[in-house]
């Protein structure tokens, strides 16, 4: 059974940092691109950040290039989003994704909340 189980969210001023994990299990880890999604309240779900299965690749978002970085390790099966330089606008539930063909499995997502 697949499980994807995010942490590391929290309450962060404006202008900090934040470090998301990604515990993955069930699946052979190294094998798969990993994603990152976030979902601000009233907005569609948007790809943040994405890596490839031995992380020799990442791509980003417009909104977070510069300031986010995603990296994995899979000795320890895990993917981590670094988010530095947040803003008001990075508010949302940030969710693990990763894609097997027909299976698409998600976690339960963890918040992440931006404010003065």
């Known amino acids: 059974q697949v499980q994807l189980v995010e942490s590391g969210g929290g309450l962060v001023q404006p202008g900090g940092s934040l470090r998301l994990s990604c515990a993955a299990s069930g699946f052979t880890f190294s094998n798969y691109a990993m994603r990152w999604y976030r979902q601000a309240p009233g907005k569609e779900r948007e790809l943040v950040a994405a890596?490839?299965?031995?992380?020799?690749?990442?791509s980003y978002a417009d909104s977070v290039k510069g300031r986010f970085t995603i990296f994995r390790d899979n000795a320890k099966n895990t993917v981590y989003l670094q988010m530095n330089s947040l803003k008001l606008e990075d508010t949302a539930k940030y969710y693990c994704?990763?894609?097997?063909?027909?299976?698409?499995?998600w976690g339960q997502g963890t918040q992440v909340t931006v404010s003065s």
């Open positions: 890596i490839t299965s031995a992380g020799g690749m990442t």
């Open positions: 994704n990763v894609n097997r063909g027909l299976l698409v499995d």
